[in-house]
């Protein structure tokens, strides 16, 4: 299922070790894409599939696609997610279990 241009990532190298998001714009950008893929997935099933509000990012310059990312576990707890569209871009996220945003969206809270 891998493909050439696949980010393979663990969210640990790129979050503060306390879990917070780094200051770096780019890092930023791609470890809050991260984060808000493991939202959708982490709660899932093995196997299980659900659509994301993720958009389709192409790096390169590349012309942007119109679709959105679909999430999936697989059997060994890594979480898939590609492009519904294009199907090229790929994200594999392992060691996510531990991160806080692992057992999907925080519950709601009083104003």
Not at 60 to 78: F, H, N, Q, S
Request: contains cysteine; aromatic residues 8%.
């Amino acid at each position: 299922m891998a493909r050439v241009g696949t980010l393979v990532v663990d969210p640990w190298h790129w979050l503060d070790p306390d879990g917070s998001f780094p200051r770096p714009p780019r890092v930023r950008r791609q470890i809050i894409r991260v984060a808000k893929l493991i939202e959708y997935a982490g709660p899932l099933a093995t196997h299980e599939r659900r659509d994301t509000l993720v958009e389709c990012f192409r790096p390169g310059g590349e012309p942007r696609c119109d679709g959105i990312l679909w999430v999936t576990k697989d059997e060994d707890d890594a979480l898939w997610a590609v492009c519904d569209e294009c199907g090229n871009d790929v994200v594999v996220i392992h060691n996510w279990q531990n991160t806080k945003w692992a057992k999907g969206p925080v519950p709601p809270t009083d104003v």
